[in-house]
């Protein structure tokens, strides 16, 4: 049973445009979502996170949209530079919980210079 | 960056021999964990420690071990090792102030093929 689902396996762009990586969850409870990006032979690294008290949560060029009824969140990357190109991985928690993290399966980003 | 470290990087080994993955920290956190990340499954937790002895299992536990008998030292286990369990090993940990919150800090992974 995946909780956590990219049905994206991969999403290609043009430099400078944006990035729209997308994920979707089953467990309502879930109140945490984090996104970690991962370069090949590296360990991921977090991104952005946001809690499910809000719909949405910026960060320079990364903002992370909750839209907590359909039970789906975003990344958006604006502009996407050829350097955000690695795996993109959505992961969400219950904080009751504690760090057990659940992944989807992730999304190789592309950006094309 | 996270003071992790992973070893071996890459091991290659047959069916029914017995494997350990060492994951050492030098930031002195609580929390650890082992995840693995195969291709259409994202990454999946094993086993994590909240404290020294203190272990539990994850969502994929089967034919795996844990000790944590230092702080700073997880160690994950394969008794007899089989070719389902080729994948690539990720250790992390969390501090206490980012428990609730999820995030972590992952070490550069261990490649493992059981031939």
């Known amino acids: 049973d995946q909780q956590v689902k990219q049905n994206s396996p991969s999403l290609s762009v043009q430099e400078g445009r944006i990035s729209i990586l997308n994920c979707d969850y089953t467990?309502?409870?879930?109140?945490?979502f984090l996104w970690y990006k991962k370069y090949p032979a590296e360990g991921p690294t977090f991104l952005i996170s946001?809690?499910?008290?809000?719909d949405k949560n910026e960060d320079g060029r990364f903002t992370v949209f909750l839209n907590k009824s359909a039970k789906h969140l975003s990344l958006h990357i604006v502009p996407s530079q050829p350097g955000d190109s690695a795996v993109y991985f959505c992961?969400?928690?219950?904080?009751?919980?504690?760090?057990?993290?659940?992944f989807g399966e992730g999304t190789q980003l592309t950006v094309n210079p | 960056d996270a003071g992790i470290t992973q070893s071996p990087r890459h091991k290659v080994t047959e069916t029914g021999t017995p494997v350990t993955l060492r994951c050492h920290q030098t930031?002195?956190?609580?929390?650890m964990y082992w995840y693995r990340q195969d291709p259409g499954h994202g990454l999946r937790l094993i086993h994590y420690?909240?404290?020294?002895?203190?272990?539990d299992k994850g969502e994929v536990s089967d034919g795996y071990s844990v000790s944590r008998s230092k702080t700073e030292d997880f160690l994950l286990t394969l008794e007899s090792a089989t070719s389902s369990q080729t994948s690539v090993y990720f250790c992390?940990?969390?501090?206490?102030?980012?428990?609730?919150?999820?995030?972590?800090?992952f070490g550069e992974g261990s490649r493992l093929t059981v031939l």
């Open positions: 992390a940990i969390s501090a206490i102030r980012t428990r609730n919150t999820g995030e972590l800090f």
């Open positions: 467990n309502s409870m879930f109140d945490y």
């Open positions: 946001i809690s499910s008290i809000k």
């Open positions: 992961a969400a928690s219950v904080r009751a919980s504690g760090s057990r993290l659940t």
């Open positions: 930031e002195n956190h609580r929390y």
């Open positions: 420690s909240y404290g020294v002895k203190d272990t």
